[in-house]
């Protein structure tokens, strides 16, 4: 009969391989000392996960999984788009989030680089950041069309904010940056919908 596959070994495996990756990164990823550091050999890695190449899909969608984790246990019922757009950066922004951060643009940067090792995954961390901002975009009278505008322009800036805390860890600056942002870019869709309104 052919061996069963330990689940729960795989899946300890594949968490302490993320810890790895969001610690090392993943442009330099070798199986050996990989191997070691999750307690393990390489050919233990390769019978649980075919090649160091699946490897690195699984690591990537794992990490995907801990940020979705994160999202779902927010409480964002109840508050206004700038409320749940201040909730957000102050959850991503959270220390304990930055190695995972830093592995998503990392994974980003190699996809642009080299869009086959990674294939769907540019369109999809695009989908996902849509999705995690639909309650940011939520405003009276909006459409589709502009509520992917709006969550576009916030892309743009939380990603931008994100980039700057993870190369200067100036997280007053920033977090006051942010503030200003929100105020300014949801005092004019206010403004827009209040003239909308009296036309």
């Known amino acids: ?4 596959t330990d689940e729960a070994r795989r899946t300890e495996l594949l968490e302490r391989s993320v810890d790895y990756v969001c610690k090392h990164g993943l442009a330099e990823l070798s199986l050996r000392p990989l191997a070691k550091a999750v307690k393990s050999s390489p050919r ?42 201040r909730t957000l950066w102050r959850e991503w922004s959270k220390p304990q989030w930055e190695p995972l951060t830093r592995l998503s643009f990392e994974v980003y940067a190699l996809a642009l680089n080299d869009p086959s090792k990674f294939p769907g995954y540019l369109d999809s961390w695009v989908a996902a ?44 600056r920033i977090n006051r940056a942010v503030e200003l942002w929100l105020s300014l870019l949801y005092e004019a869709e206010t403004q827009t919908e209040d003239s909308n309104a009296a036309g």
């Open 1 to 4: 009969m052919p061996r069963t």
């Open 44 to 85: 233990v890695l390769l019978h649980y996960f075919g090649s160091k190449e699946n490897l690195v899909v699984e690591i990537v969608a794992r990490g995907r999984a801990r940020q979705r984790a994160m999202m779902a246990n927010l409480k964002l019922t109840d508050l206004s788009p700038r409320e749940v757009s």
């Open 129 to 172: 950041w849509l999705d995690a901002l639909e309650e940011c975009t939520s405003l009276p009278g909006y459409t589709r069309s502009q509520a992917q505008a709006l969550a576009t322009l916030l892309i743009a800036g939380f990603r931008g904010f994100l980039l700057d805390l993870l190369a200067t860890h100036d997280r007053a």
